[in-house]
C-alpha cells in the first residue's frame, strides 16, 4: 500500500493550490483519509482527515482555507488549499488517520513566496 500525494509548488502568497492523494495496493475505500504537513524545523502535523462517510475535520490554522473532499472511485483524496501564507510553507503528505508508518509516501512540497 501506497499514498502517493502530488500536486505542489511554488505560489505567492493569497494563492491556491490543489493537491491530490492516489491511494495504490489493497488500501481501503474505508479508511479515514489525512493530510499531514512538516515545515522546515517543525514536526509533521495533521491538516485535515475525512471519513469514508464525508466526516472532516481541520486544524486551526487551515480553517476556512483550505478544503478535503474524496472521491472513493478514484481512491483519490484533495485537498484545495486557499489564501495561502508563508506559515503553509511544507511538505505535504497523506496517509490514514491515525496514520501508518508504513503508508508514508514521498509528499508534494508547496512553498508560498511572498
Known amino acids: 500500500v501506497q499514498l502517493q500525494a502530488s500536486g505542489g509548488g511554488l505560489v505567492q502568497t493569497g494563492g491556491s493550490l490543489r493537491l491530490s492523494c492516489v491511494a495504490s495496493g489493497s488500501f481501503s475505500s474505508d479508511n479515514v483519509v489525512a493530510w499531514y504537513r512538516r515545515a522546515p524545523g517543525k514536526d509533521r502535523e495533521l491538516v485535515a482527515f475525512?471519513?469514508?462517510?464525508?466526516?472532516?475535520s481541520y486544524a486551526d490554522p487551515v480553517k476556512g482555507r483550505f478544503t478535503i473532499y474524496r472521491d472513493n472511485a478514484k481512491k483519490t483524496v484533495y485537498l484545495q488549499m486557499s489564501r495561502l501564507n508563508a506559515e503553509d510553507t511544507a511538505v505535504y503528505y497523506c496517509?490514514?488517520?491515525?496514520?501508518?508508518?508504513?503508508?508514508w509516501g514521498q509528499g508534494t512540497q508547496v512553498t508560498v513566496s511572498s
Open positions: 475525512i471519513t469514508p462517510g464525508g466526516k472532516i
Open positions: 496517509n490514514s488517520y491515525p496514520s501508518r508508518s508504513d503508508y
